[in-house]
């Protein structure tokens, strides 16, 4: 149940007519009366003799009844309260109760005193009714509104509970704003499948994604085809900027402007500035310094495992206020994946990174500085540009989102942990999404390395078989239960050719995190060797450093694939794979 106060009007007449006629598409069916102050309302939608002025006058007249200076400048009051589709359709005699202990809990109303505003409640749809209220008591004092949205979503929860409904977490304030019932009708006209606002929250976050100044901040907003403006101080210091889409207009035919912090609370300027508040590192490769450490795709998806295999320790055990900050972060780097990655997997790590958005912020306020790694693999992905989806580079984006959904579902933890229910929701939710990219971006370099190890000669693959008894004996059988299986002595056999004890790898791939709830241990473990012992993540080819792939030949994937590695649905607060 989602209760949204509308902005305060001037006019009541306005509202009404808007409450009781066809909507702006023809939307609003059978609209009537649910409810009202005095349970004696005249309702226009069912009673062929009441009229809209009739009501009108009703509602406003305790405002006409006060000195006309001390009447509100607003005095309507609008608060709509929306089920979500998968709910139970409601009665009218139930959309009343909820009514009547919206506008109580809010203050509009005060049913042991019957000094309260007047209100009435108009259904029009299955899913949602409109409160409209007058804000002058019959007493002609004004209603007590301090923290009345907090108070309705309260009630909210406690409705939930009592008519079986779709529970929600409870708010803290760190939500970006939801697009407008005009926006989206707004976006449905113009054939768009998202709001203004929403496009280009998605076009500014991926443009500070890595950034390291605003020069460059604004830069990419421009290359990216948006509109900007910004606001100075009289002494000429940016003070903060808007931007806009070329074709989103306002009835007079100029740009809507929507400023930063509108967009999301960590999008304006002065939050945006904490993120280079504390330097970044000296490395060079990521603004394309000839000589520079390699910055190809691969190399790229390949730091980006790194950092993000090194930020989940943080997580898990450091300071609340640096966790955040790698929390942050992570953000960024899902907007550079999506922004960079090949089209098999676009729309989930897309759809990834937008849900993740909700689980970047919190109360505990950020740490920066530490997670300088993480925000120099988000600017490595973006000046690495995009991945072609196969071959070493494809094979590498399945490495980097296996071990990022690691780093997501550490966050949704370390959000359960503190009590942030959107948070973790909202991780949890990408997490998803990231499972969905993964399974694209493993197929085909899991199932060649599976077929390389259908083809390891038996000696061979009976050796790899004992260091595996020997390493993991608890894991051991299941492992050589699963399908990955000889995608993992693949990359065993690899590892022993460029010289590392594979016993040694697989135990230190295992006592970094557990295994036990993953759906298919070989194949995260073939993901962790190949990251430690810095082999091809493809079946073919070599490493960014030039290290030879392993003696066996490696033909294209071309017979049955095999199924990728499947990571367990969890709760907010389940285990990690």
Excluded at 87 to 112: F, H, K, N, S
Excluded at 372 to 397: F, I, M, N, S
Aim: with cysteine.
């Amino acid at each position: 149940m989602i209760p949204r106060i509308q902005k305060r009007g001037q006019r009541t007449i306005g509202l009404l007519y808007y409450l009781y006629g066809p909507g702006k598409f023809e939307e609003h069916t059978d609209p009537h009366l649910v409810a009202s102050w005095d349970h004696n309302a005249p309702d226009p939608g069912r009673d062929a003799t009441a009229t809209l002025k009739q009501l009108q006058q009703l509602l406003d007249q305790p405002v006409e009844n006060i000195d006309q200076a001390l009447r509100p400048k607003k005095h309507v009051w609008h608060l709509s309260v929306r089920n979500s589709a998968e709910d139970r359709i409601l009665t009218d005699e139930e959309w009343g109760d909820v009514a009547r202990r919206m506008v109580t809990a809010a203050g509009i109303d005060d049913p042991d005193t019957g000094a309260g505003c007047r209100w009435a409640a108009v259904r029009h749809a299955n899913d949602h009714i409109h409160i409209v209220a007058t804000l002058v008591r019959e007493d002609g004092y004004r209603p007590d509104l301090d923290n009345d949205a907090a108070r309705v979503q309260a009630q909210a929860r406690t409705l939930e509970a009592e008519l079986g409904l779709r529970r929600l977490n409870k708010g803290d304030g760190t939500a970006a704003k939801r697009p407008t019932s005009a926006e989206r009708h707004k976006a449905k006209r113009q054939g768009r499948e998202r709001t203004a606002r929403e496009e280009l929250r998605e076009t500014v976050r991926q443009a500070v994604s890595g950034a390291w100044s605003v020069e460059e901040f604004f830069s990419r907003l421009a290359a990216a085809g948006l509109l900007i403006r910004t606001r100075e101080a009289p002494s000429g210091d940016l003070l903060g900027y808007k931007v806009a889409l070329p074709d989103d207009r306002n009835k007079d035919g100029e740009p809507v402007f929507y400023p930063g912090a509108r967009l999301a609370p960590d999008l304006s300027l002065p939050r945006i500035r904490e993120r280079w508040s504390a330097g970044h590192s000296a490395q060079t490769s990521s603004a394309g310094t000839p000589g520079a450490v390699s910055n190809s795709p691969s190399a790229a998806r390949r730091r980006t495992a790194s950092a993000a295999w090194s930020a989940v320790t943080i997580i898990e055990q450091g300071r609340s206020t640096v966790a955040a900050a790698y929390i942050a972060s992570a953000g960024e780097v899902l907007d550079a994946l999506a922004k960079t990655s090949a089209a098999h997997t676009r729309r989930e790590l897309r759809d990834a990174a937008a849900a993740y958005e909700r689980a970047s912020r919190s109360h505990i306020r950020a740490e920066r500085g530490h997670d300088r790694a993480l925000r120099q693999a988000a600017r490595d992905l973006v000046h690495g540009g995009p991945a072609l989806g196969r071959g070493e580079d494809g094979a590498t984006t399945a490495m980097a989102i296996d071990m990022l959904f690691f780093l997501v579902t550490a966050a949704m933890h370390w959000h359960a942990k503190n009590g942030h229910a959107q948070q973790a929701a909202a991780a949890l939710q990408a997490a998803e999404h990231l499972r969905s990219a993964y399974r694209a971006a493993a197929a085909q370099p899991l199932t060649a390395l599976y077929q390389r190890g259908r083809r390891l000669n038996r000696p061979l693959l009976q050796r790899q078989t004992a260091v595996l008894r020997e390493t993991l004996p608890e894991l051991a059988e299941k492992i050589l239960t699963e399908p990955g299986w000889y995608a993992l002595a693949t990359t065993i056999t690899d590892a022993e050719a460029a010289g590392h004890d594979p016993a040694a790898l697989l135990s230190d791939a295992v006592e970094r995190r557990e295994l036990d709830t993953a759906d298919s241990v070989s194949d995260v473990l073939v993901w962790r060797l190949r990251h430690l012992a810095d082999l091809p993540a493809d079946a073919s080819g070599t490493s960014e450093h030039g290290t030879a792939k392993g003696p066996s030949a490696i033909r294209p994937a071309t017979s049955r694939p095999t199924s990728p590695g499947r990571h367990r649905g969890e709760e907010a607060a389940g285990n990690t794979r």
